[in-house]
């Protein structure tokens, strides 16, 4: 016990140090990426203090896994310059079983970090947004074009040349009715369908129905049947690229289904989605290499640790690059994407400590 308290009397003070210093310089980046957008928009400093407040949780996002990998690093080469390592191997006691309630709470960092980002970085980054586009006049785009959208579990197929948000208006449709069986039924096109809200249905201009008669398809009346028919509401045809890792868990589940239902592809979601799940470990990972990578030479010890330190920790940030692509284009999973980096990074630190020389 007296053992994790003095570790944690040295960690702690370092941890706060880095984590303080990294959020301030992500925080005057920020700043001045845009503080001339705020000049020429005549935004108040109030609200400039706002957009940095709502944008604090997601720099604590970018500087936990640095500010843990250089306070383990310091602090063990502070401590094997003073030869407290050697005294401590002397009398009897493991690097493991030192370094084990820095691992536990690295683990335990790593959990919270997950409900950290859920909970409180998504709707602080969703506020960022909101109010930084609100002062510097930023509008989204919500038209969409070249829109195909399966509904009805693929009986109702729309395909749209455009479509209009504002007037709720879509240009060029052409539709493919199927039947349960999957067997073509029929054929719609319009020069445009304008949203009824009231009916909540596509009201369409100047339908023609073609139907597949006597082995050809012919032009035939549009049926009043299907006048109600076509219900997909306006949100489903908007330009709704979403950012997976600026939503909540519950939010990317629902993206998710809804690109599955309208058949876009959703590899690259679902491979950011699994890595909301798998990312938080990176704490426990620099900290294992951390921990494996100092003291390992008797000369510039801290210059040579923190690079050799870094130097791991920026080849997992590069495996995962490479593995989030391949999962992108569907060349493996998505969840091999999002966790065969950290589990590898897992077993060659666990490797690397249990060849550590005590």
């Keep these: 016990m007296k053992l994790a308290q003095y570790l944690f009397k040295m960690f702690f003070p370092l941890l706060f140090a880095t984590l303080a210093l990294f959020v301030l310089g992500f925080e005057i980046v920020e700043l001045f990426m845009d503080i001339w957008k705020y000049i020429l928009n005549e935004v108040p400093a109030k609200q400039v203090a706002t957009i940095l407040w709502y944008y604090l949780p997601k720099t604590l996002v970018f500087a936990l896994p640095l500010s843990v990998l250089f306070a383990t690093c310091y602090m063990l080469c502070n401590l094997c310059s003073k030869n407290e390592l050697v005294a401590l191997f002397a009398s009897g006691v493991s690097y493991l079983r030192f370094m084990l309630p820095l691992f536990i709470f690295s683990a335990v960092l790593s959990a919270g970090f997950l409900f950290f980002e859920d909970k409180v970085v998504v709707p602080s980054y969703s506020n960022y947004k909101t109010l930084k586009n609100s002062v510097l006049n930023i509008t989204e785009n919500k038209n969409n074009d070249n829109i195909v959208i399966r509904a009805e579990d693929g ?8 479509y209009e948000d504002e007037l709720q208006r879509l240009v060029g449709v052409f539709l493919i009715i199927r039947t349960e069986e999957k067997k073509l039924e029929g054929i719609v096109q319009a020069r445009m369908a304008t949203w009824d809200e009231k009916g ?70 679902l491979s950011v989605y699994y890595k909301k799940f798998s990312f938080p470990w990176v704490i426990l990972i620099v900290t294992m290499l951390a921990a494996a990578l100092s003291g390992r030479t008797k ?28 999962a992108k284009f569907s060349i493996i999973s998505p969840m091999s994407g999002a966790w065969f980096p950290v589990i590898t990074f897992l077993i060659i630190s666990i490797l690397l400590l249990r060849y550590t020389k005590t």
């Design 155 to 162: 009986n109702v197929i729309y395909k749209v040349d455009i």
């Design 299 to 326: 000369k510039n010890v801290m210059i040579i640790s923190l690079t050799l330190s870094v130097s791991a920790a920026v080849l997992f940030y590069v495996l995962q690059m490479c593995t989030m692509l391949f």
């Design 200 to 269: 909540k249905f596509w009201r369409l201009s100047g339908p023609e129905f073609y139907e597949f008669l006597e082995g050809e398809m012919k032009l035939t009346a549009f049926p009043e049947k299907y006048q109600k028919r076509f219900t997909e509401p306006p949100d489903t045809f908007k330009n709704n690229n979403v950012d997976i890792e600026t939503i909540s868990i519950k939010e990317a589940q629902e993206y998710i289904a809804y690109l599955r239902k309208t058949g876009l592809p959703s590899s690259e979601a």
